[in-house]
C-alpha cells in the first residue's frame, strides 16, 4: 500500500510497478526533446534506498516517511522482484 500510494503520491508512478524504472515524461526544453526518467530502484541495497528517500531530490517529492515505512517500501520491492527478468 505505501508502494502505490504513500501521502498520496505513488512510488509506482515513476518507477513502475516492480520499481524498475520507467518513464515519467516527455517535454520539449530549449527546443530539445528531454525524456524524466524515474530511476530502476529495486537494485539497492537497503542503506542507498534509505539515504535516497531522506535527501531531498531534484524531482521525487520529499516523502516524511519513518524509518519503518521505508524499510517496509524496500521489503515489498523486494518480495515482488522477479530476478529472472532481469
Ligand atoms: C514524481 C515522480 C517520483 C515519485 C512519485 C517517486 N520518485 Fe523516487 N525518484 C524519482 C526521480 C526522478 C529520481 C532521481 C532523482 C531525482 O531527480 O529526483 C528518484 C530517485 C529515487 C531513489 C534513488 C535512486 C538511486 O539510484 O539513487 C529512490 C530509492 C527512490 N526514488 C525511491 C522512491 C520511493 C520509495 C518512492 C515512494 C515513496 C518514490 N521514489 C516516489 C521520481 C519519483
Given amino acids: 500500500m505505501l508502494y502505490t500510494n504513500p501521502r498520496g503520491i505513488g512510488c509506482v508512478e515513476c518507477h ?3 520499481g524498475e524504472g520507467q518513464q ?5 526544453h530549449k527546443r ?5 526518467q524515474g530511476p530502476r530502484i529495486n ?8 539515504n535516497a528517500l531522506q535527501k531531498t531530490k531534484k524531482v521525487m517529492p520529499k ?5 519503518n515505512e521505508i524499510e517496509a ?12 527478468e532481469y
Avoid at 530539445?32 to 524524466?36: E, N, P, Q, S, V
Avoid at 537494485?43 to 534509505?50: D, G, Q, V
Avoid at 521489503?75 to 522477479?82: A, C, N, Q, T, V
Fill in 16 to 18: 513502475g510497478r516492480f
Fill in 43 to 50: 537494485n539497492l541495497s537497503f542503506r542507498e534506498f534509505e
Fill in 63 to 67: 516523502y516524511y516517511l519513518t524509518s
Fill in 73 to 84: 517500501i524496500y521489503k515489498y520491492l523486494e518480495s515482488i522482484e522477479k530476478p529472472q
Fill in 24 to 28: 515519467i515524461a516527455n517535454y520539449i
Fill in 32 to 36: 530539445k526533446g528531454k525524456t524524466l
